[in-house]
């Protein structure tokens, strides 16, 4: 079984994790609330994360068993962000 490598356009992807980076930080400047600007940033991390795991760790060209492998941690992150979201947000 041989598996064909699609390479990535490694400039675009560096390009767009720049523009998310800048994005997340004006959106503390947003004119939103501290709990939308919190969601805003983690969702702008998590396309990033997503990013660079499918094009610099190749994982869109890695077959099914790699993908079950790394969502079980993602997953476990996702359900820490859920359970810690209020009292970060709500903290003060």
């Not at 068993?65 to 079980?72: D, G, S």
């Amino acid at each position: 079984m041989t598996t064909e490598r699609v390479h990535s356009n490694y400039v675009a992807i560096w390009v767009w994790l720049v523009v998310l980076l800048v994005a997340g930080v004006l959106a503390t400047r947003l004119p939103l609330g501290k709990s939308a600007v919190i969601g805003l940033i983690f969702a702008v991390a998590t396309v990033k994360a997503v990013l660079v795991t499918l094009n610099y760790m190749h994982l869109k060209s890695e077959n099914w068993l790699i993908y079950a492998l790394a969502i079980v941690p993602v997953l476990l992150v996702i359900a820490m962000t859920l359970v810690l979201f209020p009292d970060i947000v709500f903290h003060h």
